[in-house]
């Protein structure tokens, strides 16, 4: 709670709960309330790694903060601030000087704030006396709410402005101004009056409890002189920063003893962790393994990405998430959903084809009756047809894995000249420059000499010989490769069917 020039105080309460003495609170709580539980520790999903929902700082918040107009008014709140813990009734004139320094003294008598004092002190239930409560899957701003709440459960009270507004230091308001900027990136307000108006007044008791939601907010005193703020969590319970003398805590509601004056629904039941739907109808390419896909934004798996990597969908639709991330609804070329996926996952490519991928292969063509591609978006150009490069073999410098489901690879000569692309089905991979082995079956004779006589093709690194040791003699060419200079190179077997090694057909004639 802040005073601002005696007109604004800021209310906070001396609200003593959970401390390690024995319970006093002897009312129960009802079975459907402690049929909820609430985990220990909750994170916030943001597919494989575990973050916070908002970054923003409450001091960075573009709402005009409430501002100590007097240096008398700052000693008031600095002296509230270093006042010991709450003192006892026996001392009525360190009581009433007590009184006379902190801010709730703007809405409470004296009597009334000695009379709330003694309950206080009556007040203290041990932790292990609070039923359990609500547990939570984070996957709603509600439960957001509850797990920034619970992330400054320990911190110290403070009226200190503006220490008071977090993250470091609460007063109550400033408790629930923080969580409530953390994760909707609203303002509820600076304390607690004007928190009074970010939801929809509601009465409550013991027997309407059960009507709220966790996130909803509890008020005490009355509409527009309140002094007390806390966060419900579920199961008749909140958490709050009570008073100098406590840290932000958990509380059960003390019925009979301090029951809340009034309470607010907060208009977030309908809010999507997920966002409103965007049209998008891009094309991306899934480039990352380890990203799961889901089915629904309560993270429900369907698929990985390591099942569809390096394949194309379209996202028709996307949201960007309150954890920070964007998301991808992915259809395959079927229309046929994919799930959800994090957009760190893929690549966005520039339409149906889908991302350049370097692929450095070496292959011959195969089928003399395809479609060479200029344009393979909308397939609207055509560079020629196969036949032309029938059973030749070129480097395919990179490939496209199309959102049709077919591949294609970018072909270039061995003059580094581009050809198009051609359908993978088109083609025959082979392992280097020599390309593929193509049955011959013919025989050869030795037509010239000073021909070195191959035992690798590819880089040409390894000699067996020269043709002057083997001119004029024959030799049965089992099989022939189209090599990627140009050149067509034969290899040879003798009458034992020993092999000879690769040579140029250059220096050879064929025997019919």
């Known amino acids: 709670m802040f005073i601002k020039n005696n007109v604004y105080l800021m209310l906070a309460v001396i609200f003593i709960s959970l401390s390690t003495s024995t319970a006093i609170f002897t009312e129960s709580v009802s079975a459907e309330q402690t049929s909820i539980e609430i985990s220990e520790s909750t994170t916030i999903t943001k597919d494989s790694t575990t973050q916070n929902t908002m970054e923003t700082a409450s001091s960075s918040s573009n709402t005009k903060e409430t501002v100590i107009s007097s240096d008398d008014e700052a000693n008031q709140i600095n002296s509230v601030e270093q006042t010991s813990p709450v003192p006892t009734t026996d001392n009525e004139e360190e009581l009433r000087k007590q009184f006379e320094a902190d801010s709730r003294s703007s809405v409470m008598s004296f009597e009334e704030y ?11 239930p041990t932790q292990s006396d609070l039923p359990a409560a609500r547990a939570f899957s984070a996957g709603t701003q509600r439960d957001q709410i509850v797990a920034e709440a619970k992330k400054h459960l320990g911190k110290p009270y403070t009226q200190k402005h503006p220490d008071r507004l977090g993250p470091n230091k609460f007063d109550c308001s400033g408790l629930t101004r923080y969580v409530f900027l953390q994760v909707t990136g609203k303002n509820i307000g600076d304390w607690t009056v004007p928190q009074e108006k970010s939801g929809t007044k509601v009465a409550i008791s013991k027997a309407t409890v059960s009507q709220l939601q966790p996130g909803d907010l509890l008020f005490w005193g009355n509409a527009g002189a309140t002094y007390h703020v806390a966060i419900y969590i579920g199961n008749g319970q909140y958490i709050h920063a009570p008073n100098y003398d406590k840290n932000v805590e958990v509380s059960q509601i003390w019925w009979s003893e301090f029951p809340p004056s009034f309470a607010l629904k907060m208009n977030l039941t309908s809010a999507k962790p997920q966002g409103e739907a965007i049209n998008d109808g891009s094309y991306v390419t899934i480039t990352k393994k380890g990203y799961n896909t889901f089915s629904s934004f309560n993270w429900v798996k369907k698929n990985t990405s390591d ?18 991330d964007t998301y991808y609804s992915l259809y395959d070329n079927k229309g046929t959903w994919q799930g959800y996926i994090n957009s760190k996952a893929v690549q966005k490519a520039d339409g149906k084809r889908g991302i350049w991928m370097k692929n450095n292969e070496f292959i011959t063509v195969t089928n003399k009756s395809s479609t060479i591609w200029g344009n393979i978006n909308d397939f609207s150009a055509k560079k020629g047809s196969t036949a032309s490069l029938y059973q030749k073999t070129y480097h395919a410098q990179g490939r496209y894995n199309h959102f049709s489901g077919d ?63 083997v001119y004029k003699k024959t030799f049965h060419a089992q099989g022939r490769y189209n090599h990627f200079s140009g050149e067509v190179y034969y290899s040879l077997y003798d009458n034992n069917n020993k092999w000879i090694g690769y040579i140029n057909k250059t220096g050879v004639t064929v025997k019919h």
């Open 114 to 124: 000695k009379s709330f004092i003694e309950t206080l002190k009556k007040l203290t």
């Open 307 to 324: 099942n569809l990597l390096n394949k194309t969908y379209q996202a028709k639709i996307r949201y960007n998430h309150i954890n920070g």
């Open 407 to 469: 591949v294609y690879y970018s072909l270039y000569d061995n003059k580094n000249t581009w050809l198009g692309y051609v359908n993978l089905k088109d083609l025959q991979k082979a392992d280097g420059k020599r390309g593929i082995w193509m049955k011959n079956n013919e025989q050869v004779t030795i037509a010239k000499k000073g021909y070195t006589i191959w035992g690798d093709i590819n880089n040409f690194s390894s000699k067996k010989g020269s043709t002057n040791t």
